[in-house]
């Protein structure tokens, strides 16, 4: 095309210069015969080349005038072409080349301006996407996208509109239009889309055509994370140009694109802030809540802190399992729901444990009355797995600002009015006071301090040797845990175990456990003494734990502690609730080498048939029957026979506290195979363990060797 346009300008400017020549050869003729006709000139050769000379000047000069004005003329177009591609470079699409009819190069700047359209058009959607993006960034939710989306979609002769679903699987749909520049939404009911799928864009264009007016020209799906949510589609009279149908493919991928991440983003933040059984906010949304009611409080919003602890919610859960506790806790968050007002704050801080935060009410009288309604909620039977359960609710009121003006002190009060409730019997409430009892203070501070302890790893691990009768040597150990506080001084662990396992710190003790241990036999290795083992002792609340197997195996692989040096020691307490999932755990141990011991035999629970079925290894004697053996001849005789019967199942036998030599030879005496107790030594730090033991092998400690020989 643009050689043919050449060759006509060719043309024509060639038929201009011969227009020029012809005029130029009559005119220089005329006036030849003319001037000899009248003057006598050009009577000579030299006087006619003057003559013709001026004459071809003249010609050239008028040839190349009307060539200048011809070119100008006839290249105008390529003028207005080179001015608009400055402009497009710039990104000013708006100035399109002017088109004459008998413009030679009218298909050039017609391609020309088609051109610019769809740069124009390209830009715009690009500019729409960028957008877009900015708008996912900054986290504007849903809405500014669609209208984003439906503005830059507008199309002249054409409607655009968005059917979507926005949280499926409801089938709940949204048609989106924008009308006079506003969004306007209207919503589809069920009857009209109760024969249609809505699992493929097929669906969808159905409906679109029954809802939208017009012919139906583009229906584009809309596919966050490849599920069909909707469509974006087009109606009008016309075609849509390949740019248009392009520029609703591109916004309708960015909107599932925006889709995706705003649906993923609602997720983390879900998580991040809500607990996943009971959808009730967590502890640190539930902080955050307090923070901001807090910085009300100046301004006159007075209001409370509840701390809700469920009565006997750990026989459900020990008995029938943690499922049946779980449902047991969602139906609890109901009733909390159905009990408090909607602007009132509800968190399940973990475990049995439940927040609330109440603003707007002045009265004590008013918060006292919202905790009886709690309570007479939570205390009906709840039925689980066809069976009734009683649950009560122990519950700790701290006023604010009365009671504290940061989030930490309100907590601390109200927890500590929760276990004062507690203390009085359950199924109640109590409001803090400065009379609390001492224990009461003294238990949250044992909790803070040891919260701080396990954070700086400062609690310590002491070990206690056990001594093997058959030889008199001391090759393995229980570990027992000791903590000395700055501010408490040295604290017993009866008195910080029960408030770890309450609180379930409980969990965080089994990584200190197993690295103290891991640190003690690498010392020993070192110093060239072996032990076969060391026993740790793990509680019913850490056996409960979903998992704790996998977990402690994990541990012991992290520090390359062989399962065989390690013996886990548990109560006869732990199958007092459910059985099955304790056995379960300490079969997995088992049967990856760890050792079981069942502590403090003959106090609780077990069994001779229970002896016989669990996964035990050892058992050991508790100090009560051992204290006897001084005094009472039926003491000893029971013992001779629990030492006949263990050693008949073919296990081990050790009998604790034993701390007095007549103790020592009676065991002895009856074939026990270890011994532990004060007796032999008190628990030592590591150091100090490894020295015994390397002195005993040596013969340097002679006392205890001249006592157990």
């Known amino acids: 095309m643009a050689s043919r346009m050449g060759r006509r300008v060719e043309r024509q400017l060639l038929w201009a210069l011969a227009r020029v020549a012809v005029v130029s050869l009559v005119a220089l003729a005329l006036l030849l015969v003319g001037a000899r006709a009248e003057f006598g000139w050009v009577d000579s050769t030299r006087d006619f080349s003057i003559i013709a000379g001026a004459l071809l000047l003249v010609t050239v000069v008028l040839a190349a005038a009307v060539v200048r004005s011809t070119l100008r003329h006839r290249l105008r177009p390529l003028q207005h072409v080179h001015k608009v591609i400055h402009l497009v470079m710039r990104g000013n699409y708006s100035r399109r080349v002017p088109i004459a009819r008998a413009d030679d190069f009218q298909p050039l700047t017609r391609a020309f301006n088609d051109l610019v359209d769809q740069l124009a058009a390209a830009s715009e959607t690009s500019q729409a996407v960028a957008d877009i993006d900015r708008l996912m960034l900054s986290s504007a939710g849903l809405d500014p996208v669609i209208r984003k989306v439906l503005t830059s979609a507008r199309m002249d002769g054409m409607e655009v509109a968005l059917i979507l679903r926005v949280a499926p699987p409801s089938e709940r749909l949204t048609i989106f239009r924008l009308e006079k520049k506003q969004v306007k939404e209207e919503a589809v009911g069920l009857v009209e889309i109760s024969d249609q799928s809505l699992d493929s864009v097929a669906g969808y264009q159905h409906l679109a055509e029954g809802l939208c007016d017009g012919e139906l020209r583009e229906c584009l799906p809309i596919a966050p994370e490849s599920s069909v949510s909707g469509v974006l589609v087009a109606t009008g009279r016309r075609p849509l140009t390949s740019a248009e149908s392009k520029r609703l493919a591109d916004l309708a991928d960015r909107l599932a694109v925006a889709m995706t991440n705003i649906k993923r983003s609602e997720s983390l933040y879900h998580q991040a802030h809500f607990d996943g059984l009971t959808g009730l906010i967590n502890r640190r949304a539930f902080e955050d809540r307090l923070q901001e009611c807090l910085a009300r409080s100046w301004r006159g919003e007075e209001g409370a802190v509840l701390f809700i602890d469920l009565d006997h919610f750990k026989k459900v859960n020990d008995t029938e399992g943690h499922k049946a506790g779980d449902r047991l806790l969602v139906e609890i968050s109901e009733r909390l729901k159905t009990t408090l007002r909607e602007v009132d704050t ?9 927040a609330v935060i109440i603003t707007g009410m002045e009265e004590e009288k008013a918060v006292t009355r919202v905790c009886e309604r709690i309570v007479a909620a939570i205390v009906k039977p709840i039925v689980v797995e066809r069976l009734e359960h009683a649950v009560g609710a122990s519950i700790g009121v701290a006023l604010f600002p009365e009671d504290g003006q940061s989030v930490d002190e309100l907590v601390m009060k109200a927890d500590s009015a929760m276990y004062r409730a507690k203390e009085s019997g359950g199924a109640g409430f109590a409001f803090f006071d400065d009379t609390l009892n001492a224990a009461s203070r003294h238990r949250v501070l044992v909790e803070s301090r040891l919260r701080k302890a396990l954070e700086q790893r400062t609690l310590e691990m002491h070990f206690q040797p056990k001594l093997r009768l058959s030889d008199n040597s001391v090759t393995s150990c229980e570990a027992l845990m000791r903590w000395t506080d700055a501010e408490l001084g040295e604290v017993e662990p009866s008195t910080f175990v029960p408030v770890a396992e309450e609180t379930n710190l409980i969990h965080e003790f089994t990584d200190v456990l197993v690295s103290k241990t891991a640190d003690l036999l690498l010392q020993a290795d070192r110093a060239g003494v072996h032990l076969d083992h060391v026993a740790l002792n793990a509680s019913a609340r850490q056996l409960m734990s979903e998992g704790f197997a996998s977990r402690f195996l994990g541990m012991l692989d992290q520090r390359n502690l062989p399962h065989h040096n390690v013996q886990i020691e548990v109560t006869e307490s732990v199958f007092a609730g459910d059985t099955k999932t304790v056995v379960g755990e300490l079969d997995t141990l088992r049967r ?8 403090d035999f003959g106090t609780g629970y077990s069994s001779l048939n229970m002896l016989r079925e669990l996964p035990l290894d050892v058992v050991k004697i508790d100090r009560s029957f051992v204290s006897e053996l001084d005094s009472s001849e039926q003491g000893r005789i ?26 020592l030879q009676y065991l002895r005496d009856a074939d ?3 011994v532990q107790g004060f007796l032999i030594s008190k628990a030592k730090p590591a150091a100090d363990f490894i020295r015994l033991v390397a002195d005993w092998r040596t013969g340097h400690n002679g006392t205890l060797l001249k006592l157990v020989t």
């Open 346 to 354: 509800i968190a399940r801080l973990g475990g049995d444990e439940f």
């Open 592 to 599: 990856a080498g760890v050792r079981i011991a069942l502590d």
């Open 638 to 663: 029971l013992v001779r026979h629990l030492i006949s019967i263990v050693d008949a199942l073919g296990k081990e036998v050790v009998a604790e506290g034993v701390e007095t030599e007549k103790q």
């Open 672 to 674: 026990c195979e270890y």
